[in-house]
């Protein structure tokens, strides 16, 4: 039995053919397995680079913004400030890189910031500022001084005179300065040349905000004066609109705002209070404040005011008949209320008040409603005795 050997050639060839396909295949899939390894690959690749990368900014957020600095920074945190108050600051103060990182940081390293005054640099570490902070060390020594609203720039200068180790003669030296006080006025927007009329007692009268401060225990007389001025700008911003609308300068703002202080016995009645001065001031009528007269003779309120106060004439006394409207300046140091109160009065029509031993207001539209009010509070024991 013979072969065929065209078949044979045609078997071998479809066989090669065969065998090339499959050849063709396994490369094919094996390049398509390896283009896949490859994507994985790069993907992951991709995904260690950012990780990497975020790890590298992040760790390099947190380090000194300036190794070589030996600059000293005071930086301040007051009591109950959140957190992210503190980084802003510290932000500004350029005392860290990146604020966003350093908030993820305290975020996953929670604790309670401690109040004070630091002194930090730019060569100290994020990290190394937070612990500070945690461990509340504070570099230099401090002291808490508390300021009382409504009393006289003479008051301040004794509280000062108390913490620190200057004469109230070199404070007032320094407050009424002529050329401390136009740097001032160069420097915060609320000072204007007004206070540098000839007829005012203190310049500074009224426009040093009354409230709790730390201050170093080593600050000047300076530093004391202007913190407190930032404290009187900061307080006033949030009344910036009202401010502007006024139909009142900021000076007669500030000097209307001491009286309302001294005139309205409860903080809820001093929006009252200050309605009746502006309707005064309308119709052209005197204050009529006594509280104007004891700052114009320099009398506590613990004397009477004798006829001849009463018609002292000078710039602050409204009894008498030489200011027809506001006093040349403040005659105290207005709290936020007695500000607020003088932006935003009351709408009524009264011309008089009185406040009986209680603190309790009575307002009037007449001045024989006035007079028939003063009798009874009399007749009922009622009546305010110094």
């Known amino acids: 039995m013979g072969y065929d050997r065209s078949c044979l050639s045609k078997c071998s060839k479809t066989s090669i053919k065969r065998r090339d396909e499959l050849s063709r295949g396994r490369r094919e899939l094996i390049m398509k397995k390896r283009s896949i390894i490859f994507v994985i690959a790069g993907i992951f690749a991709f995904f260690v680079i950012v990780f990497l990368g975020g790890v590298f900014f992040y760790t390099d957020s947190l380090k000194a913004v300036d190794p070589s600095s030996n600059e000293n920074i005071t930086f301040e945190i007051k009591k109950g400030e959140p957190a992210n108050i503190i980084i802003e600051n510290l932000k500004k103060a350029g005392l860290i890189k990146n604020d966003k990182t350093m908030k993820l940081y305290v975020k996953m390293n929670p604790g309670i910031p401690q109040a004070g005054t630091y002194i930090f640099s730019k060569s100290m570490s994020a990290k190394d500022i937070y612990s500070s902070i945690l461990d509340g060390k504070v570099t230099r020594d401090t002291v808490w001084v508390t300021f009382v609203e409504g009393k006289r720039l003479s008051y301040i200068e004794e509280v000062i005179s108390k913490?620190?180790?200057?004469?109230?003669?070199?404070?007032?030296?320094?407050?009424?300065?002529?050329?401390?006080?136009?740097?001032?006025?160069?420097?915060?927007?609320?000072?204007?040349?007004?206070?540098?009329?000839?007829?005012?007692?203190?310049?500074?009268?009224?426009?040093?905000?009354?409230?709790?401060?730390?201050?170093?225990?080593?600050?000047?007389?300076?530093?004391?004066?202007?913190?407190?001025?930032?404290?009187?700008?900061?307080?006033?911003?949030?009344?910036?609109?009202?401010?502007?609308?006024?139909?009142?300068?900021?000076?007669?703002?500030?000097?209307?705002?001491?009286?309302?202080?001294?005139?309205?016995?409860?903080?809820?009645?001093?929006?009252?209070?200050?309605?009746?001065?502006?309707?005064?001031?309308?119709?052209?009528?005197?204050?009529?404040?006594?509280?104007?007269?004891?700052?114009?003779?320099?009398?506590?309120?613990?004397?009477?005011?004798?006829?001849?106060?009463?018609?002292?004439?000078?710039?602050?006394?409204?009894?008498?008949?030489?200011?027809?409207?506001?006093?040349?300046?403040?005659?105290?140091?207005?709290s936020l209320a007695s500000i607020k109160a003088t932006l935003k009065p009351d709408n009524h029509d009264y011309l008089f008040f009185v406040a009986d031993k209680n603190g309790k207001t009575y307002f009037s539209k007449t001045n024989a409603e006035h007079d028939a009010i003063v009798r009874k509070l009399r007749s009922e024991g009622l009546w305010y005795e110094y």
Do not use: W
């Open 163 to 334: 913490n620190f180790e200057y004469t109230k003669e070199e404070i007032e030296s320094v407050l009424d300065d002529d050329e401390y006080i136009r740097s001032l006025i160069d420097k915060y927007s609320f000072l204007t040349e007004d206070i540098l009329n000839d007829k005012i007692y203190h310049p500074l009268e009224g426009y040093l905000f009354a409230d709790t401060y730390e201050f170093l225990s080593d600050a000047t007389i300076k530093d004391i004066i202007e913190r407190m001025l930032d404290n009187t700008e900061s307080k006033l911003s949030s009344f910036s609109q009202e401010i502007e609308n006024s139909e009142l300068s900021i000076h007669e703002i500030m000097t209307l705002a001491s009286i309302v202080e001294l005139e309205g016995a409860r903080s809820t009645d001093r929006d009252g209070v200050a309605g009746v001065f502006y309707n005064r001031l309308k119709s052209k009528m005197s204050l009529g404040s006594d509280v104007t007269t004891y700052y114009a003779v320099g009398k506590d309120f613990s004397k009477d005011l004798t006829m001849s106060d009463l018609n002292t004439c000078n710039g602050y006394n409204t009894r008498g008949t030489c200011v027809k409207g506001l006093p040349v300046g403040p005659i105290a140091t207005p």
